[in-house]
């Protein structure tokens, strides 16, 4: 049980911002949410984590809904090397068990 | 820094052989994961370790599998008997835990058939 839903597939064009979202709706106050993609035939890669305000990195932004129950990854200018499944995955933060559910399939294209 | 290195990258074998699956963490880190992942099923942790030691092993399928750590800088992931449904791409990861959360990293994969 993943905790959180995704849509299974989404488009993007190259350059174009790509918005992902998520809903944890059953989140609770000790959950971050955490972001990793994977890449065809790689390991996953983290992205980004947060716990209720938005944070920004070399690679993407995170915006968390104010009640937590859902949020969005922000690839800003989005490259066709940004194709991949993206993963939306809850948990404590002193918990090990990530539980990856079925992600977001991104295909950017030209 | 090399990042996690897993060995072999391809595995082919006969149901009924035994299989072992080899990890190196990177350096410095104290937790190390084996992951499982199909199509069906998607991605499973099997279990983790935590300075060399099991603390959740209750992913792993079946007393067919079998993982160690013997140090810290090396783990085994071992399927013996093996059988057709053991067929998936096997991930391990670590992380510097510090017990306030952190950020697994993760090795290529092995990619296991079992005919």
């Known amino acids: 049980d993943a905790k959180t839903t995704q849509p299974p597939s989404m488009d993007c064009a190259e350059g174009r911002a790509a918005n992902l979202p998520c809903n944890h709706s059953?989140?609770?106050?000790?959950?971050?949410v955490y972001w990793y993609r994977q890449i065809h035939s790689q390991g996953p890669q983290y992205i980004i984590h947060g716990l209720k305000n938005n944070e920004t990195n070399e690679m993407a932004s995170l915006i968390i809904t104010e009640d937590r129950k859902s949020s969005t990854l922000i690839l800003p200018h989005a490259t066709l090397r940004d194709t991949a499944v993206y993963y939306c995955?809850?948990?404590?933060?002193?918990?090990?068990?990530?539980?990856f559910g079925a992600g977001t399939r991104l295909t950017v294209k030209p | 820094d090399a990042g996690v290195i897993q060995s072999p990258r391809h595995e082919v074998t006969e149901m009924g052989q035994e299989v072992t699956l080899r990890c190196k963490p990177i350096?410095?880190?104290?937790?190390l994961f084996w992951y499982r992942q199909t199509m069906m099923r998607g991605l499973e942790l099997l279990i983790y370790f935590n300075n060399n030691v099991p603390i959740d092993d209750s992913g792993m399928p079946e007393d067919r599998f079998s993982a160690k750590m013997p140090n810290a800088s090396f783990s085994t992931l071992k399927i013996q008997p093996s059988e057709p449904r053991d067929s998936a791409v096997y991930f391990c990861?670590?992380?510097?835990?510090?017990?306030?959360?952190?950020?697994?990293?993760f090795g290529p994969g092995t990619r296991l058939l079992v005919l």
């Open positions: 059953t989140i609770s106050g000790n959950e971050y």
């Open positions: 990861a670590s992380s510097f835990s510090t017990g306030q959360g952190e950020t697994q990293y």
């Open positions: 995955i809850v948990r404590e933060y002193n918990n090990n068990d990530m539980r």
């Open positions: 350096s410095g880190h104290n937790s």
